[in-house]
């Protein structure tokens, strides 16, 4: 199972960016999908999460800027960024929990990460 993200970048306060993680092998299901982001110096923290339902859950800092969406027959995860601030800079990660596939089930994966940065 492969986690691939792409979308990240640099943009001006202000601007958006839509993040996108694929999830590859032979996937049967998903549980949940989300993003994690970990600023320089500071820990790992949740920014947005989907269920295989579509329930969301947002940082609170990420909420009312930021959107998770997912595509359940593409096995992805997107997530619309808005009104960016400096302090969104860090490096997102894709995490896919609860995997199923033929041969392992509930297992949990991250992506390798991709960088945005905001610029004031």
């Known amino acids: 199972v492969q986690l691939q993200a792409s979308g990240g970048g640099l943009v001006q306060a202000g601007g958006s960016l839509r993040l996108s993680c694929t999830v590859s092998?032979?996937?049967?299901?998903?549980?949940?999908m989300g993003w994690y982001r970990q600023a320089a110096g500071k820990a790992r923290e949740l920014a947005a999460a989907?269920?295989?339902?579509?329930?969301?859950t947002y940082a609170d800092s990420a909420k009312g800027r930021f959107t998770i969406s997912r595509d359940n027959a593409k096995n992805t995860v997107y997530l619309q960024m808005n009104s960016l601030k400096p302090e969104d800079t860090a490096v997102y990660y894709c995490n896919a929990d609860g995997v199923r596939t033929m041969m392992k089930f509930g297992m949990d994966y991250w992506g390798k990460g991709t960088q945005v940065t905001v610029s004031s």
């Open positions: 989907i269920t295989s339902g579509g329930t969301t």
């Open positions: 092998g032979s996937i049967i299901s998903i549980n949940d």
